[in-house]
């Protein structure tokens, strides 16, 4: 079984500031990594995945994240937001055995707001 | 290449009614997962169908059912409807047995009376 924690339910930034959601997951058997942006009222959109390879991936927005085995943490960072990036953020896991159901555990998301 | 749909987007029923849901899937995805989202929470796992059969559940209730149709859309039934279910469900469709993600629908808010 996996769970995720995200540490902060809202992160209040000033436009152009640097800013971290953090994500820590558990799980016994190895995972994929993804973050979802769900803006007022619409679904989920997918920003950014870590599947293998490379630890550091990034959005075409900005946007990357870090996945760390040792911490178990897949945090989410941005060097400079814009009021657009106001939204709610979900880290989720799903197991990495392809076979089953391809279920994804989320956290309890991070409501970013971005003030000019 | 058309994305998830899904309809109604939104609904009110009284409790103890019955609703159906439906969602087309990305076109080229052949498994359908369901999740529901309370206000203020983050999204929960319902089941996911594959070849028209249940192929996983979470932790709800046996009045959650659903169906997988040979072209791959899928209906969410829920029976004798409560308060606590008003939430916005979401769709989701994914390729099976593959390392990739999966893509959502906008949703259909459901409001319990």
């Known amino acids: 079984a996996q769970s995720v924690t995200q540490l902060d339910s809202q992160v209040p930034v000033f436009e152009e500031a640097p800013v971290e959601l953090r994500c820590n997951y558990s799980s016994s058997v190895s995972v994929y990594l993804f973050w979802y942006v769900q803006y007022p009222n619409q679904g989920l959109q997918l920003l950014l995945k870590y599947l293998s390879g490379s630890t550091l991936v990034e959005s075409i927005n900005g946007f990357e994240a870090e996945f760390n085995k040792s911490q178990t943490s897949f945090h989410l960072r941005k060097p400079s937001v814009h009021i657009s990036d106001t939204a709610e953020y979900f880290c989720a896991v799903r197991s990495s055995i392809i076979q089953g159901a391809q279920k994804l555990v989320f956290g309890q998301g991070t409501r970013l707001t971005i003030n000019p | 290449e058309t994305g998830v749909t899904q309809s109604p987007t939104h609904l009110i029923k009284t409790r103890g009614q019955q609703v159906t849901l439906r969602c087309s899937s990305q076109s080229g995805h052949n498994t359908v997962s369901w999740y529901q989202q309370a206000l203020g929470q983050g999204p929960q796992f319902i089941f996911q169908?594959?070849?028209?059969?249940?192929?996983g559940r979470g932790n709800f209730p046996p009045r959650f059912s659903g169906l997988q149709f040979p072209n791959y859309s899928s209906e969410l039934n829920v029976n004798a409807l409560e308060l606590d279910d008003s939430a916005l469900y979401l769709c989701a469709s994914s390729l099976a047995n593959r390392n990739t993600e999966a893509f959502f629908g906008q949703g259909t808010r459901l409001t319990v009376v």
């Open positions: 169908y594959y070849r028209e059969e249940e192929n």
